[in-house]
């Protein structure tokens, strides 16, 4: 939360001052004003616009009180080092040691003096590049991790301010330390499983057969399945099958009753309503959205 205030001969940094710290206690508020000067009515507008862009370039300072100098544009901007990113699986440091470095480097006194949000940009845009590169050689992909419990939205924020960022940097490396944790947790009777229907998913596929190639009991084997993937395994099969036949119906023109035969349903009706289920569209309405949004696009 932002208060902009426009100065007056009542209402002095000081008491702004004490203004913020009540704010601070009994609100938990982060709120930075900003002290203008004095203006006739037709300057208004103007200051008013003058104070949003220096609030804007403020990332650092919470709970201060900022004061408007009429050449502040001009004044030279201190270029900030920032940190050596370098080669995380190089460096053989955890994602833990390496998170508390770079919170470390956000939080010390010296960069918070000097830094404007285009050194946030480019301090971001090294941590992911590093972060990218780290889970390419694990085969895990940045962007799935990014779509993880509002992580996207705490990516287009973080540029706002350092706490942002440092709370971004945070999630980003804890939620990275989960998904490698799971990878490499997971089981390779559910691996062989997944594996089998990936290859088989046209075909008739059933439990008893399932359980029968992994040597489980049929409900143990679904048991051991969902706890890895979150759904049982028929409804896994459903979802490749689906995810298989909405790529068919954006990249071919084949009829939807050779697609159903093609993902494995021997039944039109069932394939239809299966699909609708899934999609929340019959097979011909998602190809008509997919064809209208591909038409939009090349115009």
Not at 251 to 275: C, H, P, R, W
Request: with cysteine.
């Amino acid at each position: 939360m932002y208060c902009i205030i426009s100065k007056a001969d009542t209402l002095t940094e000081k008491h702004l001052q004490c203004f913020l710290q009540e704010k601070s206690i009994f609100e938990k508020s982060e709120i930075c004003c900003v002290l203008g000067d004095t203006v006739y009515a037709s300057g208004i507008c103007e200051m008013f616009s003058e104070l949003i862009a220096l609030l804007e370039t403020n990332i650092a300072e919470n709970l201060s009180v900022l004061q408007w100098k009429k050449n502040w544009r001009q004044e030279k901007i201190e270029v900030i080092e920032l940190p050596l990113f370098g080669n995380l699986q190089k460096q053989s440091e955890s994602l833990e040691s390496y998170g508390r470095k770079l919170v470390d480097w956000l939080n010390c006194d010296k960069i918070r003096s000097k830094i404007q949000k285009r050194d946030l940009e480019r301090f971001q845009s090294g941590f992911e590049q590093v972060l990218f590169a780290y889970l390419k050689e694990r085969n895990i992909d940045l962007f799935s991790i990014l779509s993880t419990g509002g992580l996207n939205k705490q990516k287009q924020q973080a540029t706002s301010g350092l706490k942002m960022m440092s709370l971004y940097v945070s999630r980003l490396l804890e939620v990275t330390e989960q998904s490698i944790r799971k990878q490499y947790d997971r089981n390779p009777v559910v691996e062989q499983i997944k594996a089998y229907i990936e290859l088989n998913y046209e075909k008739e596929i059933n439990r008893k057969d399932l359980s029968a190639l992994v040597f489980l009991n049929p409900d143990y084997m679904d048991r051991v399945f969902k706890e890895q993937e979150g759904i049982s395994v028929n409804r896994y099969i459903n979802k490749v099958r689906m995810e298989k036949a909405q790529l068919l119906l954006e990249k071919t023109q084949m009829q939807v009753l050779e697609i159903a035969d093609k993902v494995g349903y021997s039944s039109l009706s069932n394939f239809n309503m299966q699909f609708k289920q899934y999609c929340g569209l019959s097979p011909n309405q998602y190809r008509k959205r997919i064809r209208n949004r591909q038409n939009v696009e090349i115009q």
